[in-house]
């Protein structure tokens, strides 16, 4: 079975586009590429062969999740993700860091991971312990104390215990524990903030190479991200990029189990994530700081971003890896992505209309269903409405994304752009 | 386009079990075979693809519902229900007689397809036209005045208006506008309502031969089924049988357009469904009673039975087709079929049970997922929960069906009968 590896195939003249591929045990990831999220072991409404049918070409579950239901021991028991969810292409597990911060000092408000205020009210600076609004989450120095969303219970995640989640999980590519903080906190709590992140960037970075060399397998993830954060603040972005580039610990190369800590090679991340809560404004900024810096030879993955314009900042910044609950969510809700923008199929007059979403789509959905059938089965309640909204939205962004990939390597992807984005209403 | 046929190919000595052969427009059906239901356009959480793969050889949908919604002229004008909802095989659209019995003096009261009480109380004669509780529908001597469950309009349908609805739709089998009556009802009104039934029946095969006559095209229904009622009365059930199978109008061969009444060949119906809500106990006698009457070179279809028990009933009678909700409603609820009886997936017992459902069971989800997935899934509200369960369902009682047909032919239907039925427990 292949190990972990990446490699740039074709950058860009005059720019940071470029197309890679990344090797993992289960398989490659062409990049750029758009990986549809799985939070709890499926991709909304879809099986698995409809995901890889879509052209989705590995899928990124949630940590907090499956640790909480039903549980990483038992998924490990079961054989690891691969086997339980029926998906034998790659998986990524994200580090539980970014729904620590959703539960917690996002809990409650309208803060996501885009967001679209720019309200000086919710500008004003709010500590992560400000009790105003109830929380789920408590960040400490060591780890995170929450609140189950499921069943109340309380629970303690430290990176060594993501790092160990995750493993149980068995991922081919797993995430540090970070801390996502919110764009409305200040410079000093930014701070503060990244330097925790930083400490436990390390310790799940010497985690993971420990239970590397304890127990390595074939069944245990492959390679380790480093998230990158920093809000939104310039020097601090730039110190992220900078100190998890140069972060190593002593490791040894994988499957060389039994030798921790003998081995003198020092290794570091196998690749990055940029994360945090954006203001739509600030997030190509952010992605320019952070990318100037990252080394060329690791894949970044921009974390939970999917909006078709979105997606075209960070392949033209460098990005090789995006995932992001868009597609799926707004499928399942009849929103649906045109060439044209995102038109709401229970619209009126889609009721007769008997051509495909999308002429030239060549998707399961659009090659053998009408806008008319698809926006009946909405207003029905029916199950397969959302299958057929979330195949057509997934194969649409997919394939963006696999567009994008081949205009780097015949040179057209400024072009390609233009010609997306001049009939793309966004929205 | 081949038009409707029926072959007996085999039957059983001693006995009225029957294997044959349905042709329509859209495929053959090999019988005895169970079709599951789409009411609504669609196996509810099914694609196509699955449910053919779940091994349907058709499926049957629901005139009542697609009338409403979204209106039997929109499904017209998109080409017809086999282009709408994209299943190439044969379809069946029901008369949508039993949803007015179930909105109308079933209405609130816990009398369905089969009837488990025998509580004196609830059998005490009630008329159609008791007042005590709300209903919905009404029924005339011309026709049935019912409410919308979905906006409260009202409507009227008469046999005319039903052949016409499913005309429209354009299902390869349909059936004569019926009354389904409660076996609460006393005997008298039993009759009377057999006798509206009849003349609706008659009325049926009237407009469905004009219609053909008139507007004759392969996207219209080769084949109109009258429908047996009469309770849990024997000389009704009888009286209903002998009536169907001689009932006549003057008409044509199919396709032969623009001659209605010029001809002088007299056909009756195609095939004969056996209606009804029964007593459980009562189920086996009265199909006994119509099968020895109906002509043998007819298919006959006992409407809404599908529990594995009262199959095998139907089958040693000599039924050729079942539809049911069954399987797909247990399965969406968590209730799956085994050779050992019903279990309830979410049970405790099957947490940890990374074995599939049936280790014997070729089905797609047998073949590739645990108890412990589909459990898992269930408790987590997952959408593809449903979806694994009802693939299961189908292909169990798909199936079950299946084998009943081939034992026919090898003249074991009574040991395979009681080897199933030694291990399967009845719930």
């Given at each position: 079975m292949k190990s972990f590896s990446f490699s740039v195939e074709k950058k860009i003249k005059d720019g940071k586009a470029r197309a890679g591929k990344i090797q993992t045990p289960h398989g490659d990831i062409m990049t750029p590429a758009f990986i549809p999220v799985a939070?709890?072991?499926?991709?909304?409404?879809?099986?698995p062969e409809e995901v890889k049918r879509a052209g989705a070409q590995a899928v990124l579950a949630n940590t907090y999740h499956l640790y909480l239901q039903p549980g990483d021991e038992l998924v490990k028991e079961a054989g690891g993700l691969h086997k339980f969810m029926n998906w034998g292409g790659p998986i990524i597990t994200d580090s539980g860091g970014f729904q620590v911060f959703s539960l917690g000092?996002?809990?409650?408000?309208?803060?996501?991971?885009?967001?679209?205020?720019?309200d000086p009210n919710l500008l004003i600076p709010e500590r992560?312990?400000?009790?105003r609004l109830p929380k789920l989450a408590k960040i400490g120095a060591d780890g995170v104390s929450f609140k189950s969303h499921l069943d109340g219970s309380t629970h303690y995640i430290t990176p060594e215990k993501s790092i160990e989640i995750q493993h149980n999980l068995g991922a081919d590519i797993i995430f540090a524990f970070d801390e996502c903080t919110s764009p409305t906190e200040n410079d000093l709590y930014q701070e503060e903030a990244l330097n925790r992140t930083h400490r436990w960037a390390k310790r799940s970075l010497e985690h993971h190479k420990k239970l590397l060399s304890e127990?390595?397998?074939?069944?245990?993830?492959s390679a380790l991200f480093g998230i990158v954060q920093g809000g939104r603040n310039e020097a601090l972005r730039k110190k992220s990029a900078k100190i998890l580039s140069e972060m190593t610990v002593q490791g040894n190369a994988?499957?060389?189990?039994?030798s921790y800590g003998k081995s003198l090679v020092r290794t570091g991340f196998d690749g990055f994530g940029i994360g945090g809560s954006f203001a739509k404004e600030d997030m190509s900024t952010v992605v320019k700081w952070v990318n100037d810096i990252l080394p060329e030879d690791k894949p970044r993955h921009l974390l939970g971003i999917g909006e078709p314009e979105d997606l075209f900042m960070g392949v033209e910044n460098g990005v090789d890896l995006f995932d992001c609950v868009l597609p799926t969510r707004l499928g399942r809700n009849g929103t649906i992505f045109t060439k044209k923008g995102k038109i709401?199929?229970?619209?009126?007059?889609?009721?007769?209309?008997?051509?495909?979403?999308?002429?030239s789509c060549s998707c399961y959905t659009c090659s053998l269903y009408s806008k008319a059938y698809i926006s009946y089965l909405f207003k029905a309640n029916e199950m397969i409405a959302g299958t057929l909204a979330t195949i057509h939205n997934l194969h649409f962004i997919v394939h963006l994304v696999e567009d994008m990939r081949r205009s780097i390597f015949d040179g057209s992807l400024e072009l390609m752009k233009k010609k997306f984005l001049k009939s793309y209403i966004i929205s």
């Open positions: 939070t709890k072991a499926t991709v909304k409404s879809l099986l000092v996002a809990y409650g408000k309208e803060i996501s991971k885009i967001t679209k205020t720019t992560a312990d400000d009790e127990f390595a397998s074939v069944s245990r993830p994988p499957h060389e189990a039994g709401h199929i229970t619209n009126a007059k889609f009721t007769k209309d008997f051509s495909p979403i999308e002429d």
